[in-house]
């Protein structure tokens, strides 16, 4: 008798019991037309899950709903594989990883993306929170993946399929290759786990995401009880609210139009050169880079920002400083395609301070990322004047890292590029 799995098909929770499915030889059948918010909501579904929540697995002796849960009941079913290791102590650490995995990895995932697609409210602070933890947590899995290859012991595990499905999410949706670049091994792992046969017949092919997903003006799900309410009072009037009210149909129009800085003249500096001379230059950076950015710098077609931090004084920690800068590139994001960025945190005691040089497609700072990125407010920016040669080069100390920098010692430097 096969398994039933009752879950929509794409919910990453319900990809690790069928994974696991795969390495065992264990029959699971994945429940057809399940929709969310209708087949859940039955009766019949309460009774194996009263919390209405997926996935949910039935077997002949009864239901078992949490997916990690799920997962280790298909693992076991079939004593032939060494999902849950060989001893003892591979399978405390087996589950010592799902566990990292469930509090480190997809709980501060979830903190980041939720309010950004309007599921809860959207707040700075706990979005800064989250990022600064979930690179902590990647910080150790790195530190651990550099010597293994896999999670525990030379084969995959059910600490690898949980993993890869909580960062094939997070992956899929929020962590574009700018952030995870600082995770090179973690990137090594989920690219060689989701190109495992097993992994990809239950997958698919993985694209990582190209942007931050942006914040949602709206939460979708208040919306459903007052289409329910016209229903019942004015039937005809049914279909109107589902065309007004559906989120998706609100925020599908806005990719349409172009953005503005597409629809300048264009440039003779392709930022991407420049981009890739700067990534590429590992010796003679004055020679190299600061004369080839000159020579492809178009005053017209692009613009030059000093930026610094208004709050200097509350820079008294250096680890958090430096996390706040981070966290102000990574929801600069949007604007890659429009900018190139040095950020330099100085000083060798506390309070630290932060200065910044942005190079913006044309002549100010794009409206949309005044708009979108809360932390621009908290910096000074004075357009760069090219006929003071100070300020000309304090671009080139800036763009080569020039230590000690106007006097001080560099604590930390990032580029956004």
């Given at each position: 008798?096969?398994?039933?799995?009752?879950?929509?098909?794409?919910?990453?929770?319900?990809?690790?019991?069928?994974?696991?499915?795969?390495?065992?030889?264990?029959?699971?059948?994945?429940?057809?037309?399940?929709?969310?918010?209708?087949?859940?909501?039955?009766?019949?579904?309460?009774?194996?899950?009263?919390?209405?929540?997926?996935?949910?697995?039935?077997?002949?002796?009864?239901?078992?709903?949490?997916?990690?849960?799920?997962?280790?009941?298909?693992?076991?079913?079939?004593?032939?594989?060494?999902?849950?290791?060989?001893?003892?102590?591979?399978?405390?650490?087996?589950?010592?990883?799902?566990?990292?995995?469930?509090?480190?990895?997809?709980?501060?995932?979830?903190?980041?993306?939720?309010?950004?697609?309007?599921?809860?409210?959207?707040?700075?602070?706990?979005?800064?929170?989250?990022?600064?933890?979930?690179?902590?947590?990647?910080?150790?899995?790195?530190?651990?993946?550099?010597?293994?290859?896999?999670?525990v012991g030379h084969s995959v595990t059910l600490a690898d399929i949980v993993m890869t499905c909580n960062l094939?999410?997070?992956?899929?949706?929020?962590?574009?290759?700018?952030?995870?670049?600082?995770?090179?091994?973690?990137?090594?792992?989920?690219?060689?786990?989701?190109?495992?046969?097993?992994?990809?017949?239950?997958?698919?092919?993985?694209?990582?995401?190209?942007?931050?997903?942006?914040?949602?003006?709206?939460?979708?799900?208040?919306?459903?009880?007052?289409?329910?309410?016209?229903?019942?009072?004015?039937?005809?009037?049914?279909?109107?609210?589902?065309?007004?009210?559906?989120?998706?149909?609100?925020?599908?129009?806005?990719?349409k139009p172009k953005n503005p800085l597409d629809l300048l003249p264009p440039s003779k500096m392709i930022l991407?050169?420049?981009?890739?001379?700067?990534?590429?230059?590992?010796?003679?950076?004055?020679?190299?880079?600061?004369?080839?950015?000159?020579?492809?710098?178009?005053?017209?077609?692009?613009?030059?920002?000093?930026?610094?931090?208004?709050?200097?004084?509350?820079?008294?920690?250096?680890?958090?400083?430096?996390?706040?800068?981070?966290?102000?590139?990574?929801?600069?994001?949007?604007?890659?395609?429009?900018?190139?960025?040095?950020?330099?945190?100085?000083?060798?005691?506390?309070?630290?301070?932060?200065?910044?040089?942005?190079?913006?497609?044309?002549?100010?700072?794009?409206?949309?990322?005044?708009?979108?990125?809360?932390?621009?407010?908290?910096?000074?920016?004075?357009?760069?004047?090219?006929?003071?040669?100070?300020?000309?080069?304090?671009?080139?100390?800036?763009?080569?890292?020039?230590?000690?920098?106007?006097?001080?010692?560099?604590?930390?430097?990032?580029?956004?590029?």
């Open positions: 008798m096969a398994l039933v799995l009752h879950s929509t098909s794409g919910n990453k929770n319900a990809f690790k019991a069928l994974i696991a499915a795969e390495y065992t030889g264990v029959k699971v059948e994945l429940t057809k037309n399940f929709e969310m918010g209708v087949s859940n909501k039955t009766p019949e579904f309460l009774k194996i899950n009263p919390l209405g929540k997926i996935p949910v697995l039935e077997t002949p002796d009864g239901a078992v709903f949490e997916s990690n849960a799920i997962a280790r009941y298909v693992a076991r079913l079939n004593d032939n594989n060494s999902l849950c290791g060989s001893s003892l102590i591979e399978y405390a650490r087996i589950e010592q990883w799902m566990d990292f995995s469930a509090t480190e990895v997809d709980a501060n995932i979830a903190r980041w993306l939720y309010p950004r697609l309007g599921y809860g409210p959207y707040v700075p602070v706990a979005e800064e929170y989250a990022i600064t933890a979930l690179k902590r947590s990647l910080g150790a899995l790195n530190t651990h993946l550099a010597l293994n290859t896999y999670l094939y999410y997070g992956f899929m949706r929020i962590l574009t290759k700018s952030f995870t670049s600082e995770f090179p091994h973690v990137e090594r792992y989920i690219w060689t786990m989701v190109n495992q046969p097993n992994f990809k017949k239950v997958i698919g092919d993985v694209k990582q995401a190209e942007s931050v997903p942006p914040i949602q003006k709206k939460v979708a799900p208040p919306k459903e009880p007052k289409a329910k309410e016209v229903k019942k009072e004015a039937p005809k009037e049914a279909p109107k609210p589902k065309v007004v009210e559906s989120p998706e149909e609100e925020e599908a129009p806005k990719p991407d050169e420049w981009k890739r001379l700067y990534s590429n230059t590992k010796t003679n950076f004055r020679e190299v880079a600061i004369k080839g950015f000159w020579d492809m710098y178009d005053s017209e077609g692009y613009s030059l920002w000093f930026c610094d931090y208004k709050y200097n004084d509350e820079n008294t920690v250096s680890f958090v400083t430096m996390n706040k800068v981070g966290g102000f590139l990574q929801r600069m994001d949007l604007c890659r395609k429009y900018a190139f960025g040095k950020m330099l945190v100085i000083g060798s005691t506390p309070p630290f301070k932060v200065k910044g040089l942005w190079l913006f497609r044309g002549q100010d700072i794009p409206k949309f990322v005044m708009d979108e990125v809360y932390d621009m407010e908290l910096y000074d920016w004075t357009k760069v004047d090219l006929s003071d040669e100070a300020q000309k080069e304090r671009v080139n100390a800036m763009i080569e890292d020039q230590e000690p920098f106007e006097g001080e010692a560099l604590l930390d430097a990032k580029c956004f590029k």
